[in-house]
């Protein structure tokens, strides 16, 4: 199941904004950026079912409200398009600091003449979706057109839109109409998809075409056929997701690097006070006994610490495999991997390559066999050996780690859990 976190990050105009990072259970393929609609948030219905359905696929969603809206600090009166925007860029400074750099935008409406302003200028993004979104700015003057005199006269007025009052500016106006984002597509060279509703009665069928007809190749269209503006029914954000999850997929990390979940609740482990070695590990609802063998002193109640890094190396293994296969849609049956550990003299260890390169003494050897269940083509083999040791549990292994040991004082005696 996938989690939702909340984190926030400092606005354009110096306001904290409120963000909610979806990610999903196991680890992560790549991050997404998703921009909401005019005056919306990130709690819209459509919004929170389209990043549960591509978090479910292995992306992580950034979804945040924008200066002035939803649960974000600040004054929509003093916003405009060009402060959505660069909220983005701030919000994809916030991913690579902490996690890392979005390689998917998606912007809804409004949001996505936002992403198409913004995304040209990220490096790292390797590809923009689009739904339902305006080829330039100025089109959400439609909502408030009764009240342009107004605005432009007595500088401001209060418009209601969907049932909420929004104080919009004369700047607000003025800003709309200096961006061009259309120029911004035309200049894009990074693949779009543009998702669209041909009957969408707020922004028409025409402004996916403009976008279209703008953008360069590789470009896809999908009609959201019978969808209203704002994706209303859940089949239609399913749908959304599916297809981008599909159709990103392609272009996300084409040797897939399997990224780690940066942030994760604390694991312990604690004496049981049965035998000489045995402990208990805690991880959320999660309890499991670790041990050493009778020949050592200890009850054989459970794996040995050793035999948990083997275990670790051969779960992620199959993980990573698994889901490299339905990245490619490759019909591979069960896996399994077997993994041996043991200290060997590099003198005697000729199968372990550079990292014995220069060593003398004995280093810690693991091998590991991986079975899949029928016929594999001799073409796939090697890639799959490849993205194995893509293992995020294998390149730790085989990385330089830093361990920081605190010595603490218990508060209280530690609780131990029965399994």
Request: charged share 25%; with cysteine; net charge negative.
């Given at each position: 199941?996938?989690?939702?976190?909340r984190?926030?990050?400092?606005?354009?105009?110096?306001?904290e904004?409120?963000?909610r990072?979806?990610?999903?259970?196991?680890p992560i393929?790549?991050?997404?950026l998703f921009?909401?609609?005019?005056t919306?948030?990130?709690?819209?219905?459509?919004?929170?079912?389209?990043?549960?359905?591509?978090?479910a696929?292995?992306?992580?969603?950034?979804r945040?409200?924008?200066?002035?809206?939803?649960?974000?600090?600040?004054?929509?009166a003093?916003?405009n398009?060009s402060?959505n925007?660069e909220d983005?860029?701030?919000?994809?400074?916030?991913l690579?600091t902490?996690?890392?750099?979005?390689?998917i935008?998606?912007?809804?409406?409004l949001?996505?003449?936002?992403?198409l302003?913004?995304?040209?200028d990220?490096?790292e993004v390797?590809?923009?979706?689009?739904?339902g979104?305006?080829?330039?700015a100025?089109?959400?003057?439609?909502n408030?057109?009764?009240?342009?005199?107004?605005?432009?006269e007595?500088?401001?007025?209060d418009?209601n839109?969907?049932?909420?009052?929004?104080?919009i500016?004369?700047?607000?106006?003025q800003?709309?109409?200096d961006?061009?984002?259309?120029?911004r597509?035309?200049?894009?060279?990074?693949?779009?998809?543009?998702?669209h509703?041909?009957?969408?009665?707020?922004?028409?069928?025409?402004?996916?075409?403009?976008?279209?007809?703008?953008?360069?190749h590789?470009?896809?269209?999908?009609?959201?056929?019978n969808?209203?503006?704002?994706?209303s029914?859940?089949?239609?954000?399913?749908?959304?997701?599916?297809?981008?999850?599909?159709?990103?997929?392609?272009?996300?990390?084409?040797?897939?690097?399997?990224?780690?979940?940066?942030v994760?609740?604390?694991?312990?482990?604690?004496?049981?006070?049965?035998?000489k070695?045995?402990?208990?590990?805690n991880?959320?609802?999660?309890?499991?006994?670790?041990?050493?063998p009778v020949?050592?002193?200890?009850?054989?109640?459970?794996?040995?610490?050793?035999?948990y890094?083997?275990?670790?190396?051969?779960?992620c293994?199959?993980?990573?495999?698994?889901?490299?296969?339905?990245?490619?849609?490759l019909?591979?049956?069960?896996?399994?991997?077997?993994?041996d550990h043991?200290k060997?003299?590099?003198?005697?260890?000729?199968?372990?390559?550079?990292?014995?390169a220069g060593?003398?003494?004995r280093?810690d050897?693991f091998v590991?066999r991986?079975?899949?269940?029928?016929?594999?083509?001799?073409?796939l083999?090697?890639?799959?050996l490849?993205?194995?040791?893509?293992?995020?549990?294998h390149?730790?292994?085989?990385?330089?780690?830093?361990?920081?040991t605190?010595l603490?004082?218990?508060?209280?005696?530690a609780?131990?859990?029965?399994?």
């Open positions: 199941m996938a989690k939702s976190q984190v926030t990050f400092t606005g354009s105009n110096g306001h904004l409120a963000a990072l979806d990610l999903p259970e196991g393929l790549a991050f997404v921009a909401h609609c005019f919306c948030s990130k709690d819209f219905v459509a919004a929170r079912r389209i990043a549960a359905g591509l978090s696929r292995g992306f992580a969603v950034l945040f409200d924008f200066t002035g809206l939803g649960s974000s600090e600040g004054d929509f003093n916003t398009f402060s925007v983005l860029l701030r919000a994809v400074d916030f690579r902490h996690y890392r750099a979005p390689e935008m998606i912007g809804h409406s949001g996505g003449a936002a992403v302003s913004a995304a040209p990220i490096d390797s590809a923009v979706v689009t739904i979104a305006p080829a330039e100025e089109h959400v003057a439609h408030f057109l009764p009240h342009l005199d107004t605005i432009t007595a500088g401001e007025a418009v839109l969907g049932g909420r009052t929004f104080t500016r004369r700047q607000f106006l800003d709309i109409r961006h061009r984002v259309l120029d597509v035309k200049g894009l060279r990074k693949p779009l998809l543009v998702l509703a041909p009957t969408d009665q707020t922004v028409g069928i025409e402004n996916a075409a403009a976008i279209f007809d703008a953008a360069r590789p470009k896809s269209y999908v009609s959201l056929e969808a209203d503006h704002l994706l029914e859940p089949e239609d954000a399913a749908y959304v997701a599916d297809v981008v999850a599909s159709w990103a997929a392609r272009y996300v990390d084409t040797d897939f690097e399997v990224l780690e979940e940066s994760s609740a604390h694991l312990t482990v604690a004496e049981t006070g049965q035998g070695f045995q402990a208990i590990a991880r959320g609802r999660h309890r499991l006994l670790v041990d050493e020949k050592v002193g200890g009850l054989d109640s459970g794996p040995t610490p050793y035999d890094l083997a275990i670790a190396l051969g779960a293994t199959t993980m990573t495999l698994r889901m490299y296969a339905a990245h490619k849609k019909d591979l049956g069960r896996i399994s991997v077997e993994v043991g060997v003299d590099v003198s005697h260890c000729e199968d372990c390559g550079e990292v014995s060593r003398q003494g280093i050897r590991r991986i079975r899949i269940e029928g016929p594999v083509p001799d073409e083999q090697a890639k799959l490849e993205i194995a040791d893509k293992c995020p549990v390149r730790t292994l085989h990385s330089d780690v830093a361990i920081v605190r603490e004082p218990a508060a209280e005696p609780t131990i859990t029965e399994v």
